[in-house]
């Protein structure tokens, strides 16, 4: 546990972030690979087409809600960045604690959206009444949908570690998030679980980004002594 912390506890500099970025960069652009030669062979193996392709057409309405970025992420990373040059950890509190809270209120809307949309399924995909696949879907739906709401609260929290140049311990987050799914997506799939697999691999995934993400950021406070608050 010591080598762990003294690990992600390192001086960090530009040329160092740098660095990481550009590592977990290709470690992301070969899991994107991985993805493509491994898991959709895998999907096609035990989900029936037919349902794969109502899953990628109901997928859509989540990518939809996740890339609605009113881009207050990317203004507190910028704030962050800012005030941790400046070594002013009370304004980095400041906007920390604002992030969070607009990040909670966003995901809020996001998922009233969402609940919304579930409850009126068979009217926005009105042939999957005609299938047997209607509880299926609407079920893995449900679990993708709360998945994508955890990321955009994670969102936040990446974002105030980016902005303390923690680009190392994000890009191990990310890392375990991503694999941690696919072991996951696998597993199901492989117990029979269908189409629920993917939802629930979105929906684990969101968990481990973000229970990392938060425990991060509270050691990164804690070690540099800086505390959430409203100015």
């Known amino acids: 546990m010591s080598k762990i912390t003294s690990f992600l506890s390192r001086e960090r500099n530009s040329s160092a972030v740098v660095k990481w970025n550009f590592i977990f960069y290709l470690v992301t652009f070969f899991y994107s690979i ?33 890339l609605i970025d009113p881009g207050f992420s990317g203004v507190i990373q910028q704030k962050v960045s800012l005030n941790y040059g400046k070594r002013d950890f009370k304004k980095i509190g400041e906007y920390s ?36 696949y209607l509880n299926e879907i609407s079920t893995s739906f449900i679990f993708a949908l709360f998945g994508s709401i955890i990321m955009i609260i994670y969102f936040i929290f990446g974002a105030i570690d980016y902005g303390m140049l923690s680009s190392k311990g994000i890009g191990i987050i990310n890392v375990i998030g991503n694999f941690g799914s696919m072991i996951s997506i696998i597993i199901m799939l492989k117990c029979g679980y269908g189409v629920i697999a993917l939802g629930l691999g979105a929906l684990f995934r969101g968990i481990i980004y973000l229970s990392l993400s938060v425990l991060y950021t509270l050691f990164r406070f804690n070690a540099e002594k800086i505390s959430l608050h409203w100015n």
């Open 97 to 132: 604690y604002i992030g969070v809270v607009i990040g909670l209120l966003f995901a809020l809307i996001i998922a009233a959206v969402g609940i919304i949309g579930y409850y009126n399924f068979s009217s926005l995909f009105p042939k999957l009444i005609e299938t047997p």
């Open 34 to 66: 991985l993805i493509g030669v491994v898991l959709v062979p895998l999907y096609l193996k035990h989900i029936p087409r037919d349902i794969y392709g109502y899953w990628l057409a109901t997928g859509n309405i989540l990518n939809l809600l996740t």
